[in-house]
């Protein structure tokens, strides 16, 4: 059974890729955070490996392959992360991936590398990755995951099929949202509103329906960001040390911060423009009007521009206070606006 849901087209193609035995040995799945990269790439390992595919056209989730890959015990599956690894990235590619590319697979039919944020990668990892990509090993597949390929090599990106992983359909994700889950949403909680909120991502659903902290967690962000435009300069620079402080704990966290107020400034552009059916936090909807009614559009627009540059000063490893401060103080109050 294929884990990823609503990306049929990506689906078939490698299905046919498979069937074919034109599959590639490098692939790129590109696309927004939560919208199944990972996911998908945990399903192409089982497929390749899987004893029974051909019978299924589809992972059997029953033969020991695909039952060792998913409780990731299976030697021939090897993950690296350029974000969230305690070793550096240099002693990752040299220790998990180029000593370990060129052995023949233990328990599989293939070894499968999967490497995470392949986007934030330095010169240095890219072309040593890049010599490997250049004549990989048969029985190997390497699997890059990047939310943004602007910041990876064209020699990689050339060397790589490329999977996208657009949004998913509202209609997809009601379908879909409850398939892999033991939990329920609470009864506070929309299912519509979630779908709405998730832009698309399939992945951010489950974890909401998983977790729905996360969606009051959210809430409590909106509440303090709107809170910091409304006040005094102090409560905005308190905002801005909990967002550093949160960023320096677990930076994932601290880009979906970054990810989620754009969103809500978004939607503020949106009012302003007579376009409220395009708002996603349907559920602010009101109280935005209000804030919205104290900017122009011009305001917006660099507003979140400036959010966009904050993030790029982020992932350049820009001190997190530094970055929210010049922030949060270029954002005036709504008495300034």
């Not at 299924?56 to 998913?70: G, L």
């Not at 490329?162 to 949202?177: F, K």
């Not at 936090?281 to 540059?309: A, C, E, G, P, Q």
């Amino acid at each position: 059974m294929w884990q990823t849901k609503g990306h049929d087209s990506v689906i078939d193609f490698i299905k046919n890729s498979i069937e074919s035995k034109r599959l590639a040995h490098a692939f790129l799945i590109s696309g927004p955070s939560y919208t199944g990269k990972t996911t998908l790439a945990f399903d192409m390992a089982k497929a390749v490996n899987c004893l029974y595919f051909i019978k299924n056209n589809a992972p059997c989730e029953e033969c020991k392959n695909c039952i060792r890959i998913s409780s990731g015990t299976h030697t021939d599956i090897h993950i690296l992360d350029f974000l969230n690894s305690k070793s550096s990235p240099i002693d990752q590619l040299r220790e998990d991936f180029l000593a370990q590319i060129y052995k023949k697979p233990y328990e599989g039919k293939y070894k499968v590398f999967i490497i995470s944020y392949v986007d934030r990668m330095r010169s240095e990892h890219a072309n040593l990755l890049l010599k490997t990509l250049e004549e990989p090993p048969e029985d190997v597949i390497v699997i890059l995951i990047s939310e943004d390929i602007s910041n990876i090599l064209d020699t990689i990106l050339s060397r790589c099929q490329t999977l996208d992983m657009y949004p998913v359909s509202d209609i997809s994700l009601l379908e879909n949202m409850f398939e892999y889950s033991d939990h329920q949403l609470p009864d506070n909680l929309d299912s519509k509103l979630i779908v709405k909120l998730s832009r698309g991502r399939i992945g951010w659903i489950y974890r909401v329906i998983s977790n729905p902290d996360l969606f009051f967690n959210m809430q409590n962000l909106f509440d303090d960001m709107e809170s910091a435009i409304e006040n005094s300069v102090e409560v905005r620079l308190k905002f801005s040390d909990r967002l550093a402080k949160n960023f320096k704990n677990t930076q994932p966290d601290g880009f979906s911060d970054i990810d989620i107020m754009t969103t809500w400034w978004r939607d503020i552009l949106m009012i302003l423009i007579g376009n409220e059916t395009e708002v996603i936090n349907i559920n602010r909807l009101d109280h935005m009007k209000y804030i919205s009614s104290h900017f122009t559009t011009n305001n917006v627009v660099r507003i979140i521009k400036m959010f966009d540059s904050a993030k790029l000063n982020l992932r350049l490893n820009t001190n997190p206070l530094l970055v929210y401060d010049n922030l949060f103080l270029s954002i005036p109050s709504i008495l300034e606006a």
